[in-house]
């Protein structure tokens, strides 16, 4: 038998070995992952859902948890530039002078550009009208 | 585990047992009625976060801001108007501003510039807002130029980009010194845009704006309470928009959770029936159904709920920023604070899961007090 015969056959035996190691592992696989599966289904329906609402509660708690955290950040830099500028209005709206300063803005904004004009900027449709009391 | 423990478990596996077999129904129930929830709850939860995000950044705002009024529009300060005002008492600092608006046709924004007293720059040399910088592309080092009101162009150098956490107040701002200000606006030597004024106790607030508006008729003193009130009524106002486009959704909810909830159908009076016929008393039936309705309605409102905490405070809540926010060129790019109100999440719980739960056990009530023999020949 030639050099080349006896590594050929010495290639398959561990090609199958492989093969073989292969199958038994994902036959252990999906041994456990049926009797995972078996195990879920045996446990009782209540059992499921109570344990489901638990971990929707606990999402809850945890949300509480992040809120306590975020608040015991230190403070961003938006407070102390609002002091050391002393700005007055949040940059939401920037399109309009009247919307980018909302508080500042005079009483006939947004009908300011002549009178019945009407208003150019969506933004100021959803901001609520003066109120007439 | 006790007695009255172990009875609710079978309930509860009975109950689910009798779900299982309209599993289509009740998940199809259960999917409307967690998006019901995730919808009404991002709502609030942004809104809320907008809301204290806006009363956190603008209780540092100035206590009295006072402008003066020409036919109604604001108009520059003159000079000598702030020795009119004089000394009042409680004022701990008087201040003339100078600010303006530049809108820039290359990217179609407008900017808020403004000169800072607290932090002197050099001549020829500009702050600016982090959207801004975005939207021009530039960073500290570069050079921009403005064409003024005037047809004039001015150069200036960007010393610094403000950093991107402030954006929600700063996304626009261009900061610039006095002489670049007045030389870029043409802007009238002793004149100034506004005043604000410190005042230590806030008790002394409204009366120091009596006294201005008293000593100068042509004055208008806004209010830091004024402000916030006006933050706080926008975020309202859209709160309630987005719920009354949202109404027509909620009403349908509540036809079908009420027809859901309220009709039995034959097969669920035939099981009423049986279960009365072999020995349930009315109090275990409806103990049943309050598991049925209640499983449901709590699953719903944990699902929607915590869905709308995600999509509010780590998805930037992208499915309703344009209608809550605005409109803008210049967008700001801001992440709310996470904060749980006790009293919303109480509001939400009871206007979603209490209503449900009541449907869905007075027609069993009706239904497990009858004659097991009348239920079933029904």
């Known amino acids: ?133 | 585990m006790t007695d009255g423990f172990r009875r609710q478990r079978y309930l509860i596996d009975f109950s689910l047992a009798a779900m299982g077999r309209r599993k289509v129904r009740n998940l199809g129930l259960l999917a409307v009625y967690s998006l019901l929830v995730f919808v009404l709850a991002s709502v609030m939860l942004f809104t809320h976060g907008l809301r204290q995000e806006a009363k956190r950044v603008l209780a540092e705002s100035p206590e009295v801001i006072l402008q003066r009024l020409v036919a109604g529009r604001q108009d520059l300060i003159p000079p000598g108007y702030l020795e009119r005002i004089g000394r009042i008492r409680g004022v701990q600092k008087i201040q003339a501003r100078l600010w303006g608006y530049y809108y820039d046709p290359v990217v179609k924004a407008n900017y808020t510039f403004m000169v800072p007293e607290a932090r002197p720059l050099a001549a020829g040399e500009i702050v600016i807002g982090p959207a801004m910088a975005r939207e021009r592309g530039l960073v500290a080092g570069n050079l921009i130029s403005f064409r003024s009101y005037s047809g004039r162009l001015f150069t200036f150098k960007v010393a610094e980009v403000l950093p991107q956490a402030s954006e929600l107040m700063s996304a626009d701002l261009v900061l610039l010194g006095a002489g670049d200000f007045r030389a870029f606006f043409d802007f009238p030597a002793g004149h100034y845009t506004d005043i604000t004024l410190t005042v230590a106790n806030p008790l002394e607030v409204r009366n120091v704006a009596a006294k201005l508006a008293a000593a100068l008729p042509d004055a208008r003193p806004i209010l830091r309470e004024e402000v916030q009130r006006t933050y706080a009524a926008l975020f309202d106002w859209r709160e309630g928009m987005v719920l009354t486009v949202l109404s027509g959704a909620l009403l349908a909810f509540a036809i079908f959770a009420w027809d859901k909830a309220s009709g039995l159908s034959a097969e669920e009076r035939r099981e009423i029936g049986i279960l009365k016929a072999i020995g349930w008393e009315s109090g275990d039936v409806l103990r049943m159904k309050f598991w049925e309705g209640g499983l449901i309605s709590l699953a719903a409102f944990l699902l929607g709920y915590l869905a709308a905490w995600v999509h509010v405070f780590h998805l930037d809540g992208a499915l309703f920023r344009p209608v809550l926010q605005g409109w803008a060129v210049l967008y700001p790019h801001f992440r709310l604070t996470p904060e749980v109100d006790g009293l919303q999440l109480a509001t939400l719980f009871f206007f979603t899961v209490f209503p449900y739960t009541a449907a869905v056990l007075v027609p069993i009530w009706r239904a497990a007090i009858t004659d097991p023999d009348a239920v079933m020949r029904a």
């Open chain 1, 1 to 133: 038998m030639s050099l080349r015969c006896v590594l050929a056959s010495l290639l398959r035996r561990q090609r199958l070995g492989v093969r073989r190691l292969r199958q038994g592992l994902a036959s252990q696989g999906l041994a456990s992952r049926r009797l995972a599966s078996q195990r879920l289904a045996s446990q009782r329906p209540s059992t499921l859902a109570l344990a489901g609402l638990a971990l929707g509660l606990a999402g809850l708690c945890a949300t509480g948890i992040e809120a306590g955290v975020q608040e015991r950040q230190p403070d961003p830099p938006s407070p102390a530039l609002v002091r050391e500028l002393g700005l007055t209005d949040l940059a939401l709206f920037t399109e309009a002078r009247y919307t980018r300063h909302l508080a500042l803005a005079d009483g006939h904004a947004p009908f300011q550009d002549h009178p019945m004009s009407f208003d150019h900027f969506p933004s100021a449709s959803l901001v609520a009208p003066p109120r007439h009391d």
